[in-house]
């Protein structure tokens, strides 16, 4: 697959003013692909950021911790090909380096920098290489598509195509300007499936609303797609606003900003799932009946991670056995007597009964699908929730089986 | 593999006086090959049963629980074949036939009864079949290994062999035996890896004690294996007891049963995650260094079901990385700086730092040996524990996409 086969947006994205872009090679990638992305807004900008939650954090993770939220931020830079974790205080100097080279050559403070690095664990940092990448990255900044493209290029490991996109929405009589770019190889993640992105808009937003509306909006998108289960060490979402004037501090003012990016992350989201030669096949969980969201989200994930589950959908088998068995082991308290599932829209367990169906035509149908919809109902309750997944293919066991030796 | 070529025990096991089995056919699987086990004490016996943590359970399950712990048990019978599960009422009704006729055949009542099933999930049992088979094991009833034997093999379903163990102890000057049984089919566990296990010992044990031996017994062993996170709703094992005399009470005169009974599961335990053509490579997680053992236990849970981590081990891969970030989002707390990871005995990380080793070697090790050994300390913590599992294939895939269909 060419690397935009499936990304390339049908118009060109309407880029938030205020911001530019660069992607460069310092050559720290075995391949010669880019590896250096670099975004900066021109004025002081707010920022936000999400990370992982695994304990086992990168350095950079630590540094864009400590510096969100922000008022003053200037510029986002990140590497692929070596993701700086588990690398001790070396590895926090060298965050710390790659955040003073980049505010040495826009012009800033250190602190007014993020960083993000993604690929192998373990490693130190190729500094050198590292250094010419920012150079060369801080040379090749600009405003348009193609410096947009090249950033968002340059954030990618074993991705196999560019993950962008964009929405406008008006408020308050003005237009506003969303774009957004992510990395992960969904299925076959062999670097654990590390998530990068990068949101900027022009919507004037306070640092503490852009901290809790990046929350609200990765908790809709980037957390509710399963990639293998396994979360990185490095897992980062910044979001950057370039808004000037008054800033929005209400959440309810905020809350079409937070619709719309939403749409765009789930996009992305929905991009990282279906990226990786391991995967051939989607399909969506949507789970209603529990007796909260929260409840309804914990079944919805569960199903959609069970390896059974993810080998039927793969083989397009309507083993509904597996997919109301994981929802009984999910955790949340379900009403067997009330439980009914839909596949592809055809009721095969009702009301706690197994529903006679024609297997061989439920199976054609699982297989022509592009999102296989599997529906369950857990309980009469007023929870539900929707959660992503992919197929788990011999092709995901194979590509993992072979990554650093 | 032949049926019986890893299961076979060097000598005839050992079986506890009081207790005669049966293996025969009723004409449930369409292979033609055994689907019913039936296990009689001469006496009433003592019975404890632990069973599927999912909420959606088999009508069996039920049955067992209703039943446990008892004093004047007389029989397991067990259907191989079909789950009894998601049948709704006419399931119970049907387990409970099964308890009935078997009840009838030797002569107790049916509540002393206990009744196990494993197979396709969704099913109504066919009855005739399954009397069928109730009735031609209740007519070859023995005592011999031949017998015990063939209730075992019974049991099976996608099991590619056997799996039975047995010891002897000695305790008040005498000499007491344990011998069991299991049956499920490791990693590709196409009917949701089912585990069911009788226990059979002729050590007198109190119904409480005994109930609360299994449980210790269990959680030690039984619960320590991975075959791919996916609780049955058929899940039971059964201890039965038909000791004579004074019934032990105590727990820690139960210690030396406790402590034999579970080398004897841990046996049958590696046993299922030796089964199975998805399997080709098994590994042990040791966690050490945690705040409790449970602590230990969650986080070598989290790394032993790791998919990248088990594809890892499948290509003999030193991806320490994997193994230490799932350490990192197991959820117990860690300390990073205290961290260490042994691989085949090789230090690879050492107090959060990575340290330089021949990776080609090290493949060559883990690719060697019978059962890659992972040792990890997280802390300085009292906490440990060990947890097994096996790794992940392109064959568990291949064969869990064409399982109904």
């Not at 931020?73 to 205080?89: E, H």
């Not at 009330?338 to 297997?359: K, N, T, Y």
Request: proline residues 4%.
């Amino acid at each position: 697959m060419s690397p935009t086969e499936k990304s390339e947006p049908e118009s060109p994205h309407e880029l938030p003013r205020g911001f530019r872009f660069a992607g460069a090679t310092g050559g720290i990638k075995a391949s010669g692909k880019s590896d250096t992305s670099l975004i900066v807004s021109d004025d002081p900008c707010v920022a936000a950021a999400v990370t992982t939650t695994n304990q086992v954090f990168a350095a950079p993770v630590l540094l864009c911790r400590q510096r969100t939220p922000r008022t003053t931020c200037r510029a986002v830079i990140t590497n692929s090909g070596n993701a700086n974790a588990c690398t001790g205080q070396e590895g926090l100097e060298d965050a710390a380096a790659m955040c003073e080279q980049t505010a040495a050559r826009i012009g800033c403070a250190a602190e007014d920098v993020l960083v993000m690095s993604t690929g192998v664990i373990g490693q130190r940092l190729p500094m050198e290489k590292v250094r010419r990448g920012i150079d060369r990255a801080s040379e090749s900044l600009g405003n348009s598509e193609r410096d947009f493209l090249s950033a968002a290029d340059a954030i990618c490991t074993t991705d196999n195509f560019r993950k962008t996109a964009s929405a406008t929405f008006r408020a308050n009589g003005q237009t506003y300007r969303i774009a957004a770019m992510c990395k992960g190889a969904g299925m076959i993640a062999p670097n654990m499936a590390t998530m990068l992105g990068v949101i900027v808009t022009d919507f004037p937003l306070s640092s503490e609303l852009a901290q809790s509306s990046l929350r609200r909006i990765v908790e809709r998108t980037f957390n509710r797609v399963s990639v293998d289960g396994h979360t990185s060490t490095n897992d980062t979402v910044v979001l950057l606003s370039s808004g000037q004037g008054d800033w929005v501090t209400s959440e309810s003012d905020a809350s079409l900003f937070v619709e719309t990016a939403a749409d765009v992350c789930l996009k992305l989201a929905k991009l990282l799932v279906a990226d990786g030669e391991g995967a051939a096949r989607f399909f969506e969980v949507a789970v209603r009946g529990a007796a909260s969201d929260a409840d309804a989200l914990s079944i919805a994930r569960c199903v959609a991670a069970s390896p059974l589950v993810k080998t039927a959908i793969q083989g397009g088998d309507p083993n509904w056995g597996r997919i109301v068995s994981a929802a009984g082991y999910a955790g949340p308290p379900i009403d067997v007597e009330r439980m009914s599932l839909l596949i592809e829209e055809h009721c095969v367990f009702r009301d706690g009964q197994p529903l006679a169906f024609d297997a061989a035509d439920m199976s054609g149908r699982m297989k022509r699908a592009s999102e296989v919809k599997l529906e369950l109902t857990v309980g009469d309750g007023p929870g539900d929730s929707k959660y992503w997944s992919s197929d788990l293919t011999e092709d995901y066991v194979r590509f993992n089986s072979l990554y650093t030796t």
